[in-house]
């Protein structure tokens, strides 16, 4: 068909135009600035929690995650207070993959976040940083493509382990890595774009989220760990990852050809931590919402275990490593990577009294649970009329929220899950959704009478300085793309659509999002008006309810997410 072209979308997980802007000003970037002017460029608003494991299947289905069904890289095990990791078998919803290879479009894509374990497309997929390791079973389709990568591409890497090292002290190992993961995920996407056919094609990098996450605190001199000893040392190695991915780019842009609609997008943006995830179930004991079995002792017993478990630094750490020596401790952390996660996790579910508790924090995200009878094994808040009354007085006390020592408002907004989504799967979403103030790192909340100041410090801070904020970027050029203009108030869900108006294809009707008309030379859109395909495509190819992880599976991924900061 006359309107059929070729799609080249290249990922920047967690990129922001915060940072792209003024470093494309001075020159620093120039294969991004040459697609701004080429093309059309803006914010992309991601999904209210602004997580992947929610974005990412929202990009790809065009859909909220009301309609797909992931809402975090986690959720609670059914009639549990126990988290299960999940993976993009629980997405019921069609990818634009499946939608286009069902057209007999060629597609490739690889390291989508949430597509493990791949399914059968026409083409190739290599599945994203839910999948353990490239040696799982269910990492590429088709199954011997990983031999073939790793003989001609000298290897891959799904993700570094660049977090580890950098909250052990190993900086330069940490950078160095971040760089080792770009340069294997280019070389197979170069290599793969050369030896097979495809229509749409799509590479994610996580490198820049990775960098946000661990050298936040490197790049932003505002910052309450900002050290300037290292800054000096390392200068900014998020803007030296950016550098390498706009290198990284050019050398697509050139293989993939001319004749090629360019998409650069990210899932969300980047941001200080503020922090305040992390002392929720403090603050809602305080404000009588959760009850202790013993609050001063638990409270004693939980500081313990987290500051054991954040190598605080402590004479009983410090007793510890000299004993064993620095290369040991690596060793045993490398060796046992979930102990110290499952014992904070049974530490502090033990010493929650549930039969008295009303709304607990899960230790997955920014969000709040009811201990709703009927749902979780020991709920106790009666669905209807209290389980409203519940919501709606956390909701208002979260606003009058206030830092410890600053005095300024904490909470941006409190969301009810049905506020902010729609579909058949809204009631897998947290009861409460909470966006923090980014103006600042939170070191405590009041009101309340426990301040917990030091636990809000420390879960922000020493692990993961950087954060995601609402809006990412979208950058496009193409021959029927306009050129050198800003276009705002576009969605994550628009862009599976717009792909596949693109590429010739009937959107969907329902999905959430819309083809990006602003960004569209008006002639193409008149002589080629969008269509819709009424009735909704078989969901497909997984039973509902994921795949499960082995045993070693499930520590790789902890171990993953604990690093970024996605679970405590």
């Known amino acids: 068909m006359e309107n059929a072209d070729k799609v080249l979308v290249v990922g920047l997980d967690g990129a922001t135009s915060d940072l792209i802007k003024p470093w494309v000003e001075e020159g620093k970037l120039p294969t991004l600035g040459g697609l701004m002017e080429e093309g059309v460029h803006g914010s992309l608003k991601s999904v209210p929690n602004m997580n992947s494991g929610a974005a990412w299947p929202s990009f790809a289905t065009g859909k909220n995650p009301g309609k797909h069904g992931l809402f975090w890289i986690v959720q609670p095990r059914p009639n549990s207070y126990d988290l299960e990791i999940v993976n993009g078998s629980f997405c019921q919803a069609a990818p634009i993959w499946r939608i286009l290879s069902r057209a007999d479009k060629k597609v490739g894509v690889i390291n989508v976040p949430m597509t493990y374990p791949v399914e059968e497309v026409n083409g190739f997929l290599l599945a994203g940083f ?284 409190a969301h009810k899950r049905e506020e902010i989504y729609h579909g058949p799967y809204v009631d897998r979403a947290p009861d409460l959704e909470i966006v923090w103030k980014s103006d600042g790192v939170i070191k405590g909340i009041i009101p309340g009478q426990q301040r917990s100041r030091l636990a809000a410090i420390e879960s922000s801070l020493w692990r993961t300085p950087g954060g995601h904020s609402m809006n990412g970027i979208l950058i496009m050029k193409g021959k029927h793309i306009r050129k050198g203009v800003e276009i705002d108030g576009t969605e994550i869900v628009d862009l599976a659509p717009t792909i596949l108006y693109l590429m010739g294809q009937g959107i969907p009707s329902d999905m959430d999002g819309n083809v990006l008309k602003e960004a569209i030379e008006h002639p193409f859109l008149i002589a080629h008006p969008v269509h819709y395909i009424e009735e909704p495509l078989p969901q497909g190819p997984h039973e509902e309810g994921g795949e499960p992880y082995s045993e070693e599976g499930k520590k790789e991924i902890e171990q993953r997410l604990r690093g970024l900061g996605y679970i405590q």
């Open 130 to 413: 839910d999948c353990p390791d490239i040696d799982s079973p269910g990492f590429s389709f088709p199954p011997n493509l990983v031999e073939e990568i790793i003989k001609n591409c000298g290897g891959y890497i799904i993700t570094s382990r660049a977090s580890a090292y950098a909250q052990e002290g190993m900086i330069d190992k940490a950078i160095r890595v971040l760089h080792e993961q770009v340069e294997t995920r280019v070389a197979t996407a170069r290599y793969l774009m050369k030896t097979r056919p495809w229509d749409f094609f799509i590479v994610v990098f996580m490198a820049t989220d990775i960098a946000h996450h661990i050298f936040w605190h490197l790049h932003d001199p505002s910052h309450p760990a900002y050290d300037p000893i290292l800054a000096n040392k390392y200068g900014d190695p998020i803007c030296d990852v950016y550098r390498k991915l706009d290198d990284t780019l050019a050398a697509l842009l050139k293989e993939a050809g001319d004749d090629v609609t360019v998409v650069v997008m990210s899932d969300h943006g980047a941001a200080l931590n503020p922090g305040g995830a992390g002392v929720l179930n403090q603050w809602l004991a305080a404000e009588g919402f959760l009850r202790w079995v013993e609050p001063r002792v638990v409270e004693r017993v939980a500081s313990v275990a987290r500051y054991a478990a954040l190598h605080a630094a402590t004479q009983t750490i410090r007793f510890v490593q000299h004993v064993l020596g620095k290369g040991m401790i690596r060793t045993l952390r490398r060796r046992f990577p979930n102990v110290r996660w499952r014992l904070k996790e049974k530490i502090l579910a033990s010493a929650i009294d549930w039969r008295s508790t009303k709304a607990y924090w899960d230790g997955g995200g920014s969000c709040i649970r009811i201990n709703l009878a009927g749902r979780e094994r020991q709920g106790i808040v009666k669905p209807g009329r209290e389980y409203d009354e519940v919501r709606d007085a956390i909701v208002e006390r979260l606003s009058q929220c206030r830092d410890v020592i600053t005095g300024r408002p904490v909470v941006e907004k």
